[in-house]
């Protein structure tokens, strides 16, 4: 009885030891005979599924997205920004920034300078939160952002000797309030917590800013740099430069359906009109650039006191013209009639071509302003620094 139990479990050994032998080997070696899943051996007999399938989810993408026919060329054209931005960051981060600069936004201009020009994160993400902040590197200089309805003049900690006023002017309503922001400036230069300060203006519609004028160096004040949206006439080039209006911040009124409508309005027309308002320039053209929808433009001058400049003779939008806006620009609406019969013309392939340079020009319109307003940043603060 014995040896029959030893023979048995003899038996069971072995065969458990076989198993296992022939477990091994078609782990290790027997995939290698298979073929690879994408070669074409293993497809010729299973070819009709995977064809299905593809035809599948071709049909389900065509009914489900809009039809995009310069995507490819996008995509590239992001990968390549993308790899590019990634090397300039690169780059940059290696050595120690010159210069530390905290943007203080007050206007909701300040979101298209930091979201739009900057392409920098808020955090968080909420519209509605009560303080956002982020942070970003531009050439030597390393920038924060704080807005939001928390951001209250001593109610924060001023960490740097260098910062940009983002400011409302265009009513007596705002004013009133952007002065409470410059005399808090002025009292942190007094006491030389600032050494530094710039700022940049949602001007008057019809460019009356005489207010501003006492808090600016060239006038015995201690506003350095004033970057200002609209014509002004006291665009130099020197302390004073001219600055995109940009697009409009969704009021928390409107709805997402509604804002929705409109982008698709934009995406769906091949020219968006922009008649003057009170001013020439409108949110609505800097929309339509990003969406690649042809501008046209009344080119007019509107009341008020903005115009030519001693730097630029091209009133009104001269910041746009002189980097070479690709609009369309009308001096009296009865000449649209003439633009729209030749726009009849022209083929589908020659709009999609046109489409793709405004997008273009417009993502390169804003490089250039941003390493432009860091290049002023930099020469006007280093150079007092180290004088």
Same mark, same amino acid.
């Given at each position: 009885m014995r040896l029959t139990r030893k023979r048995l479990c003899s038996f069971l050994i072995a065969l458990y030891c076989l198993f296992s032998l022939y477990a091994a080997y078609h782990v290790f070696f027997g995939r290698r005979r298979q073929a690879p899943a994408g070669s074409p051996r293993g497809l010729r007999k299973g070819a009709v599924a995977p064809a299905r399938e593809r035809r599948g989810r071709?049909?389900?993408?065509?009914?489900? +997205? +809009?039809?995009?026919?310069w995507e490819g060329d996008e995509k590239n054209e992001q990968q390549y920004r993308f790899k590019t931005s990634l090397q300039v960051l690169n780059k940059s981060t290696k050595g120690k920034t010159d210069l530390s600069v905290q943007i203080w936004g007050k206007a909701a201009i300040g979101l298209y300078l930091w979201e739009h020009i900057f392409e920098g994160l808020l955090d968080p993400s909420d519209v509605t939160a009560q303080w956002r902040e982020g942070k970003s590197i531009v050439g030597r200089t390393q920038?924060?952002?704080? =807005?939001?309805?928390?951001?209250?003049?001593?109610?924060?900690?001023?960490?740097?000797?260098?910062?940009?006023?983002?400011?409302?002017?265009? +009513?007596?309503?705002?004013?009133?309030?952007? =002065?409470?922001?410059?005399?808090?400036?002025?009292?942190?230069?007094?006491?030389q917590k600032l050494q530094h300060l710039a700022v940049v203006l949602l001007g008057n519609e019809h460019c009356n800013n005489e207010w501003i004028n006492p808090f600016l160096k060239r006038n015995g004040g201690f506003v350095e740099l004033l970057f200002i949206i609209y014509d002004s006439p006291w665009i130099n080039d020197v302390d004073v430069f001219q600055w995109p209006l940009g697009v409009a911040t969704w009021q928390p009124q409107e709805t997402n359906e509604s804002l929705k409508n409109y982008q698709d309005a934009l995406l769906q027309s091949d020219l968006t009109l922009c008649p003057v308002g009170v001013n020439t320039e409108c949110y609505r053209i800097y929309e339509a650039c990003s969406y690649g929808s042809i501008p046209v433009v009344e080119d007019v001058m509107t009341a008020g006191s903005c115009g030519n400049t001693s730097v630029h003779h091209s009133a009104p939008l001269q910041l746009l013209k002189s980097m070479g806006a690709p609009f369309i620009f009308i001096k009296n609406w009865k000449e649209l009639p003439a633009v729209l019969e030749k726009e009849k013309t022209i083929i589908l392939q020659e709009k999609i071509e046109r489409r793709k340079?405004?997008?273009?020009?417009?993502?390169?319109?804003?490089?250039?302003?941003?390493?432009?307003?860091?290049?002023?940043l930099e020469s006007s603060f280093l150079m007092k620094n180290k004088s």
């Open positions: 071709e049909q389900f993408t065509l009914e489900s +997205e +809009e039809w995009n026919p920038y924060s952002f704080i =807005t939001g309805p928390a951001v209250i003049p001593g109610y924060f900690s001023v960490d740097v000797n260098n910062v940009v006023l983002i400011l409302n002017g265009r +009513e007596k309503a705002k004013i009133f309030y952007a =002065t409470q922001w410059l005399l808090y400036a002025q009292n942190l230069v007094q006491i340079m405004l997008l273009q020009w417009y993502q390169h319109f804003k490089a250039e302003l941003k390493m432009k307003f860091s290049n002023i």
